[in-house]
């Protein structure tokens, strides 16, 4: 189990999150070197990890003088220690947390890394609407009215001589 936990580690040190906070960026490297199953357990891991720090540090979040930010940017907070690195993590502590919080050290969202897991892309043909893909059939039948009704009108209107 350690050596799963090392190697999850090292794949988030990969990301290289501090370097710029680019969720974009670090969004497409998974997307280029990474299966769907494995982007799926580094999220996974990553969430669990963010959850230990929320069960760790509620009630200091929530306490007196307590960690200085909303619901939202709580969890923002917890992803940004994950995503900085085992070495961060583990030896963060409640005043480097208000510290991050207080001085806005901290960036949305290292989860957002990860949407590509929650989101997978669709097939083109996916993408398209119901009238898009019926969209020859309903053609066929528009051409087939008009020519229904050039029959029932075009020996009226070539008697009337309009």
């Known amino acids: ?3 799963l936990e090392d190697k999850y580690w090292k794949q988030i040190e990969q990301l290289e999150w501090p370097k710029d906070a680019d969720y974009k960026r670090i969004e497409e490297y998974i997307k280029n070197n990474y299966s769907l199953n494995s982007a799926l357990q580094l999220a996974d891991f990553v969430d669990n990890k963010v959850i230990e720090l929320g069960k760790r540090f509620n009630n200091d979040w929530l306490g007196d003088p307590g960690i200085d930010v909303s619901d939202d940017s ?3 907070l917890r992803n940004e220690v994950v995503g900085r690195g ?13 510290e991050m ?12 890394c990860f949407h590509i897991t929650f989101y997978n892309e669709k097939s083109e043909n996916e993408k398209r609407s119901q009238f898009e893909l019926n969209k020859p059939k309903r053609i066929e039948e528009f051409v087939e009215k008009i020519g229904n009704l050039y029959d029932e009108y075009h020996a009226e209107i070539y008697q009337s001589n309009v």
């Open 1 to 3: 189990m350690k050596d």
């Open 74 to 76: 709580w969890g923002d």
């Open 86 to 98: 085992k070495e961060f993590y583990e030896n963060i502590t409640v005043a480097k947390l208000q």
């Open 101 to 112: 919080a207080n001085t806005n050290d901290y960036n949305e969202s290292f989860s957002y």
